[in-house]
């Protein structure tokens, strides 16, 4: 069923990651999925389960991205009338991808709580299905396809590192999985990764049942829910080994390891499974995982926000390196310290020169230099050479 619509998404080695955890890690590519990710399985599937006069209907749902795509391409595939909620917010790609697979795009509040609230009146008004993101068995269903396509591609799967956000993607997937694995006389491991500000599942683990949570500041936006379906915590509770957490900085070089090393666009949210290996998280957990799949869930990620992103992850690896330093207010001086750090073969990418500022004399201007690293060591070479030459540097 999800197959007339879904990609089967390649899977890829991984042989920096296999190095760093010491098992076999491959790439389930969702982020090469139809729509950018694999919220097309769960929509679809549900979809094609309505009647003909659910369908006559028309479909709502509400969503700052993956799954606004995800509702509007299936309606489309299934020529249904779809509408769909978003904030005033949402990244232009987004809204414009919503928009050519059909849908019409309501746009309305901040954040996604207030569109949730228009989508579920605009369902009562006009009798329109509400298609939600991750708390219905038939979205679980369709995303439990996933966990079957990694049975296909990988046999021999010993664990399985799934972000989450409400939900229903690892529900789906450790259903599909575990069950396959225990029909074989063995078991999968189920690993779970939330972004540490959006970390509902920890919380409500602990206390038995779904807890909501505040929801801090997170790029993982796309798994930023403040408290798990109901049917997902049930599935998640019963069959998911460990859940664990990363940071935004863990998942910004995340992103970064993936495009340079894996040549792959991830988005925040789709990126945590590979954080969490890149933090130790997974590590930390103290088994043999054995032969590792991590799903990349996602690829939908702002050209803007990805030049951020890509800024924090080269700074969060000791790549890149802002100095200060004060200079005597005489001609020659910019172009001697540009050529001290060509001698150590770093790459200038950003200088502010200026004459006033807190702590300057009157004869002293402050350099301000952003400079591109290797690594720690270069970083401190670099360092090293300007104060050789004289100079004091401040490394912010």
């Known amino acids: 069923m999800v197959g007339r619509v879904a990609k089967h998404t390649p899977v890829e080695t991984s042989t920096y990651l296999t190095e760093l955890l010491g098992s076999q890690v491959l790439l389930k590519c969702e982020n090469l999925q139809r729509t950018g990710s694999y919220k097309i399985r769960g929509a679809y599937y549900m979809m094609s389960k309505l009647s003909a006069d659910e369908r006559a209907r028309g479909v709502v749902a509400a969503s700052a991205g993956n799954h606004a795509q995800g509702v509007a391409f299936a309606a489309r595939e299934l020529g249904v009338k779809s509408t769909i909620f978003m904030p005033l917010g949402v990244a232009l790609p987004k809204l414009q991808a919503t928009r050519d697979y059909g849908a019409h795009v309501v746009l309305g509040g901040a954040t996604v709580d207030e569109p949730l609230r228009a989508a579920a009146a605009f369902a009562r008004d006009t009798g329109a299905v509400f298609v939600p993101p991750f708390d219905h068995p038939d979205v679980v269903t369709g995303q439990a396809a996933l966990g079957l396509d990694i049975l296909d591609d990988v046999p021999d799967v010993e664990t399985v590192i799934v972000p989450i956000g409400g ?103 789709g990126a945590v499974g590979v954080a969490a290996i890149l933090s130790g998280a997974v590590q930390a957990l103290g088994a043999d995982l054995g032969r590792t799949v991590v799903i990349l869930s996602g690829g939908n990620i702002d050209p803007l926000l990805m030049q951020r992103v890509v800024a924090a992850g080269l700074e969060i690896s000791d790549r890149y390196l802002n100095l200060r330093l004060m200079l005597p207010d005489r001609p020659g001086q910019l172009a001697r310290t540009s050529e001290l750090i060509a001698a150590a073969n770093a790459n200038v990418v950003e200088v502010l020169h200026t004459r006033s500022g807190h702590g300057l004399e009157i004869n002293q201007v402050e350099l301000q230099v952003s400079v591109e690293t290797r690594g720690p060591d270069h970083k401190a070479e670099v360092v090293r050479i300007l104060r050789e030459a004289g100079y004091d540097p401040i490394v912010d």
């Open 167 to 269: 939900g229903g993607l690892i529900a789906g997937v450790a259903a599909a999985v575990k069950q396959r694995a225990r029909g074989e006389g063995r078991d999968i491991r189920v690993i779970g990764v939330q972004a540490e500000n959006a970390a509902s599942y920890p919380v409500s683990l602990s206390a038995g049942i779904p807890t909501e949570i505040a929801i801090g500041s997170t790029i993982a936006d796309g798994i930023a829910v403040s408290k798990p379906g109901v049917l997902n915590f049930e599935i998640v509770k019963d069959l998911v080994d460990d859940v664990i957490t990363v940071s935004d900085d863990d998942t910004a070089r995340a992103i970064l390891v993936l495009l340079e090393r894996s040549k792959l666009v991830v988005e925040p949210a």
